[in-house]
């Protein structure tokens, strides 16, 4: 991101418009607000603890289908009991609440307390590859060029394979997480999931996310109630324990 963000500032930008100019200055605070809210999203989901088990936990037998349903939640390398959607993260070595996925670009675990600054990192990822990308294609096509000097022309190949396939890349992994966030789904369930449907299917059933509580509520439940909070990494008052979640009536 800091080479995207250099290349597309001084390098396109500049070629294209002048930094110097009314049109050339909003874009290029346009893009930096991207590259801020990216980076402090970034921050935030790589420090905050993604959510652990706490060491009072005990799962409610009644509640457990039968002994199988006991044996499911019992962590046989933590030594302990996990709450429903937690699992164990082999390089975290210690359950995870509500766990995605682990990370290596922000050396974290993605679960229950930091998901939703993972989102909008990825989203303003997303946005900030785009726009360069965009600004890239105008300098392409709206100026000229000494594509005759080689340098240039390597420099300007480079480039845009690198913007085209970095967007397409963030733009790929945004679009999954959007599907999993409108469906209250991990990474792992839907896995899980996978094969569910296709018994459900040779069953004669349908097959439902037993979490799903409907778009709204999914969306409510990750961003929170309030609508104008929602890209703000750090308003995580509505989430609550991580231990107990609602499942649908249907």
């Known amino acids: 991101m800091a080479l995207v963000y250099y290349s597309t500032l001084f390098v396109f930008l500049d070629h294209w418009l002048g930094l110097a100019t009314p049109a050339g200055a909003a874009h290029a605070a346009a893009v930096s607000l991207a590259v801020v809210a990216c980076f402090f999203a970034f921050v935030c989901a790589a420090a905050a603890d993604p959510g652990s088990v ?95 000097v080689l340098y240039v022309k390597i420099v300007y190949i480079l480039a845009g394979v690198l913007l085209f396939f970095l967007s397409l890349t963030i733009g790929s992994l945004l679009c999954w997480h959007v599907y999993l966030l409108c469906h209250n789904m991990t990474t792992i369930e839907y896995r899980e999931a996978v094969r569910a449907k296709w018994l459900a299917k040779k069953s004669g059933q349908k097959y439902r996310h037993r979490f799903d509580l409907g778009m709204r509520k999914n969306i409510q439940m990750i961003l929170g109630p309030n609508i104008l909070c929602w890209l703000c990494p750090t308003a995580t008052g509505h989430l609550k324990d991580g231990i107990e979640f609602q499942i649908t009536n249907n």
């Open 54 to 148: 706490p060491a009072s936990f005990a799962p409610d037998a009644e509640a457990a289908q039968g002994q199988r349903g006991l044996e499911s939640r019992y962590c046989d390398k933590c030594c302990m009991f996990k709450p429903p959607r937690s699992h164990h993260c082999r390089v975290c070595k210690r359950c995870v609440l509500k766990m995605d996925h682990h990370c290596v670009w922000i050396n974290n675990c993605v679960g229950y307390a930091n998901y939703k600054a993972f989102i909008i990192c990825v989203l303003n990822a997303t946005i900030g590859s785009l726009y360069s990308f965009v600004i890239f294609l105008c300098d392409l096509f709206l100026k000229e060029h000494e594509f005759d």
